[in-house]
């Protein structure tokens, strides 16, 4: 795998990653807890953030020295405008984002409780049509493609094209995006490298994620399963066996964004040929930086940043 995931097949790439996906525009309010159906409660406005998924990973791996691209649209409106500066204010390519003149950004309500918990609730735009071509062409300057396969249509799409260009093909799965283990067979059998969170896993397998749970996995085609599980860390499966590792200490006081920046930082160790446990303590450090503000961007790490906290861990007390 890392023989793979380190070559430069059909010539040099030119980026590490592409993140496949439409930015989003995080509406973030504080309240005690979420409301229940049919209640109000009282919350604060903590801002309007850039956001999204797949950018957050791009932005993430861009902020750890990886260059990356982002295929995807934004609408003409406000948050188009604030979407796309925070792209470019974190290196991100974005020669493949369209601006769509007649259709709002996508939203997020993010509802941040006081224990630094969330609850989301996601407003997309319209599905996208794909020219083939541009599609293309953008997955092939890449090493990895990434993205969170709502359409199972585009995901084929995109492992076909990222195959056919030795490209590898990453996912995230969450609880919403297969809400059962017949939708999550069809997700995992299209990807190289899967990511899930514990709710995500649980939806999909019926299961808790342990050595053997996730193991049993990589039989449907993903050469590597890795599962984030909040405060406890995170564990990753290939062939060549099973790594976890917790979650680092520090104060918390946002989750959004935590796991994607684990998803980036993790991919980005892989790339340069750190093995699996090394891989997925450098993104517990990362995701420790994260949750330590508000916003999923608000307190992306870099490389040196990442590489402090491990060595202080490491330091006897």
């Given at each position: 795998m890392t023989d793979l995931l380190l070559s430069d097949s059909g010539g040099p790439r030119r980026w590490d990653l592409l993140a496949l996906g439409d930015p989003c525009a995080d509406l973030v309010v504080a309240a005690e807890e979420p409301p229940r159906s049919g209640e109000k409660v009282l919350?604060?406005?903590?801002?309007?953030?850039?956001?999204?998924?797949?950018?957050?990973?791009?932005?993430?791996?861009?902020r750890l020295g990886r260059r990356s691209a982002v295929y995807g649209r934004v609408g003409a409106d406000a948050h188009g405008i604030l979407l796309r500066e925070s792209l470019q204010r974190f290196g991100?390519?974005?020669?493949?984002?369209?601006?769509?003149p007649e259709i709002a950004c996508v939203s997020v309500i993010v509802i941040v409780t006081r224990a630094g918990e969330?609850?989301?609730?996601?407003?997309?735009?319209?599905?996208?049509?794909?020219?083939?071509?541009?599609?293309?062409?953008?997955?092939?300057?890449?090493?990895?493609?990434?993205?969170?396969?709502?359409?199972?249509?585009?995901?084929?799409?995109?492992?076909?094209?990222?195959?056919?260009?030795?490209?590898?093909?990453?996912?995230?799965?969450?609880?919403?995006?297969?809400?059962?283990?017949?939708?999550?067979?069809?997700?995992i059998a299209l990807a190289d490298i899967v990511f899930f969170n514990e709710s995500g896993f649980a939806a999909g397998t019926g299961e808790v994620p342990t050595q053997a749970s996730m193991t049993r996995l990589l039989s449907a085609g993903p050469r590597i399963v890795v599962v984030t599980r909040g405060a406890a860390g995170a564990a990753a499966v290939d062939?060549?066996?099973?790594?976890?590792?917790?979650?680092?200490?520090?104060?918390?006081?946002?989750t959004t964004g935590a796991g994607d920046t684990f998803n980036a930082a993790f991919l980005a160790a892989t790339l340069e040929g750190q093995n699996r446990p090394s891989a997925v303590r450098f993104g517990c450090a990362a995701a420790s930086c994260t949750v330590a503000a508000v916003g999923a961007r608000g307190n992306l790490p870099d490389r040196q940043t990442v590489t402090t906290i491990i060595t202080c861990a490491d330091e006897p007390r």
């Open positions: 919350g604060r406005s903590l801002g309007v953030f850039a956001g999204g998924a797949e950018t957050n990973v791009a932005c993430a791996a861009s991100v390519d974005t020669e493949f984002l369209t601006v769509e969330r609850a989301i609730i996601y407003v997309p735009m319209p599905p996208r049509l794909h020219q083939l071509d541009v599609l293309t062409s953008a997955v092939r300057q890449s090493r990895i493609a990434y993205l969170m396969p709502y359409s199972v249509d585009e995901l084929t799409l995109v492992s076909r094209v990222a195959r056919e260009n030795d490209v590898l093909v990453a996912i995230d799965i969450e609880a919403a995006v297969a809400p059962n283990p017949a939708e999550m067979s069809k997700r062939d060549s066996g099973f790594a976890e590792h917790q979650a680092f200490d520090g104060p918390v006081v946002d």
